[in-house]
């Protein structure tokens, strides 16, 4: 898929259905998170996969704004260690991943983790080393549903040439 | 290009030729960022277009790690407001641009914002409203200078299935 298609076509999806990814698919989504830009080339980013029912359920029992997750084939946790950039950094490895999967035909769906009172309950349960800090849940699946509609802000509503 | 190859193909490029780009393609890529996803829906963003010369070169005098931004042909300041996700949503809005700027055979280059004692004064400088914060300033422009090879982090290093 051209990129374009792809940024435009990615949407927040909830609903898949049974059908597992293969496990290359997967590879190169965390390949597209391992190579998004990150600030002094420090690459503080560890990329947790959860593909196991039992462990998916078991997430998505704990994160209350990610109950789907119950239900996805896959999950991606972002964990980083905890530099001045992290968090630009692993939203950066999120989005990447969230566009390749819109082109590889799969629903994905960003789980905020920064900031939020479970975020350290998931790091233990994964076994993740107290250092890092989780940035981010992706769900991924076959999507069981369309694109909703979603009002956005439109282009001539946010940007401002030379000055606001 | 395929969104595979504009991830793989993206680096910080920080050498530009002299050469403006279209208004269109400008346009495409705030476009990009405001596709971006965003928690709530809330898109908390607003993105000003530098393309004059001596503005370029103003923010260049104050951004000491963006100094190439007096020799690029534009850059897009990301602002949001301080929602709580406001550094997730404006670093994904800034991926999306930076990935499409690859695809559009565009040389880019994120320069952090956010946590930088220059914020207040570029975005005084560029008249935005205080309600808003500097998540991110892309350096834009035709490349004059390749993708330099930097040591990356390899995949196996950086997956872990099912747990850390």
Aim: proline letters at 4%.
């Amino acid at each position: 898929m051209q990129t374009y298609q792809a940024i435009k076509k990615r949407y927040s999806c909830r609903k898949f259905i049974k059908k597992s990814i293969p496990k290359d698919l997967i590879e190169k989504l965390v390949d597209a998170g391992r190579l998004a830009p990150t600030a002094r080339n420090i690459q503080p980013w560890e990329f947790v996969v959860i593909t196991e029912e039992d462990k998916l359920k078991e997430i998505a029992s704990i994160v209350e704004t990610g109950r789907f997750i119950g239900e996805a084939s896959c999950c991606i946790a972002v964990f980083c260690k905890d530099t001045k950039y992290y968090l630009e950094d692993g939203s950066a490895a999120t989005e990447n991943i969230l566009i390749l999967a819109t082109d590889l035909g799969l629903g994905s769906c960003w789980v905020a983790g920064d900031k939020k009172p479970y975020s350290e309950q998931i790091r233990d349960i994964l076994g993740v080393p107290q250092e890092f800090k989780l940035v981010s849940l992706i769900a991924l699946g076959y999507p069981a549903e369309e694109k909703p509609f979603l009002e956005k802000r439109r282009l001539n509503e946010l940007i401002h040439w030379e000055k606001f």
